[in-house]
């Protein structure tokens, strides 16, 4: 967990939940990391994460509902990634999603959203109303930009 | 006028090989013509063998995943096969952390793949 006087000042756009909207404010979070000298497998964990959760906010927060405003907040610096999609939904319990990797529900089509934000960040918290997920991933020191990713 | 396709689908020995034309497969509408264009393939093989070629795909979301599920389905209920074909690492990791490895026959060169499907 970041540390009070570590919080860095964050950036907040409000987008609706379309295509153009998601690649704009990804591109924005993903441009900073660059900046920042983030290897390529952070910025692969951090657009996968970052687009499970935009779509978890459209497709479960607004049931599909483009139109509805989704609250994006991000901030980068040399150390770690942090961000926060808020939707206007009202939220759901994690809990009563199945396990996606139980071999019982491996050939379920859906529910494996979550497991992989929490699979390609390093802190993940979702609000007691479940429409707001905070999510961090730190800074892999052991490779820099333009290095391969780690084989798994 | 007609939508571009999304897949590049090459026949060989009777079997299917399809490669991306996207190297991102996020966005729900893109993957929706896909899993649309992957059923019509299906669909028009009585014992479908298919290879999945991921050598140009760098992104691959949750949704992706689903669909390539019901695609697989799809070719189990026709007896036929499915492989999976050059998943690079960060999208192997994908399959790696959902467990999907299991679900999937992957194989890390078309040649293998070429071998596994005709089995």
Known sequence: ?152 | MAETSMLQIFEQDGITNVEFVETNILDEICISRIGDELSSVVERKACPKVILNFKNVHALSSSALGMLITVNTKIGDKNGKLVLASLDGPIRDVFRITKLDKAFSICDTLADAMGSVRK
């Open chain 1, 1 to 152: 967990m970041c540390s009070k006087a570590e919080q860095p000042d964050k950036q907040r756009v409000t987008i609706c939940g379309l295509r153009e909207s998601f690649d704009e404010v990804q591109e924005s979070v993903l441009d900073l990391m660059r900046q920042n000298q983030y290897c390529d497998h952070d910025l692969f964990s951090v657009r996968v994460a970052f687009e499970e959760a935009l779509a978890n906010a459209v497709l479960h927060g607004h049931q599909g509902d483009t139109t509805s405003e989704i609250d994006v907040l991000w901030s980068v610096t040399s150390e770690f990634v942090e961000i926060e999609v808020i939707d206007q939904g009202r939220g759901y319990d994690p809990q009563t999603i199945p396990d996606p990797t139980a071999n019982e529900n491996l050939t379920l089509p859906s529910g494996r959203g979550l497991a992989m934000i929490r699979a390609f960040m390093n802190e993940v918290h979702l609000n007691e109303r479940g429409n707001h997920l905070r999510m961090v991933r730190h800074k892999d020191q052991n490779h820099t930009q333009g290095a391969e990713f780690p084989s798994a």
